[in-house]
């Protein structure tokens, strides 16, 4: 997708996940991840894997970009933020 590495978010759990983790940008990792794992991450999510891990790494990236507000706005049928007109 010509995406470039430092551009990239992946989330992993377990050993096999570091090499990967390592040539992205953006290292989220589940509450019951290997300590080594969550040892790389940049963001450890507070629900084990199976029990909302995803969503909370999904919700967290889209805070960090700024879009959080502005899409639970849409959800909630309420204005946009003013910040994100």
Request: a negative charge.
């Amino acid at each position: 997708m010509n995406v470039p590495p430092e551009k990239v978010a992946y989330m992993g759990d377990d050993l096999p996940d570091i090499p990967a983790m390592a040539r992205c940008g953006y290292r989220l990792v589940p509450a019951n991840a290997a300590a080594e794992v969550k040892s790389v991450a940049h963001f450890v999510t507070p629900a084990p894997g199976g029990h909302g891990a995803v969503r909370q790494a999904v919700e967290h990236l889209l805070q960090q970009a700024g879009a959080w507000d502005e899409i639970l706005a849409r959800y909630l049928g309420r204005p946009a933020p003013e910040a994100a007109r």
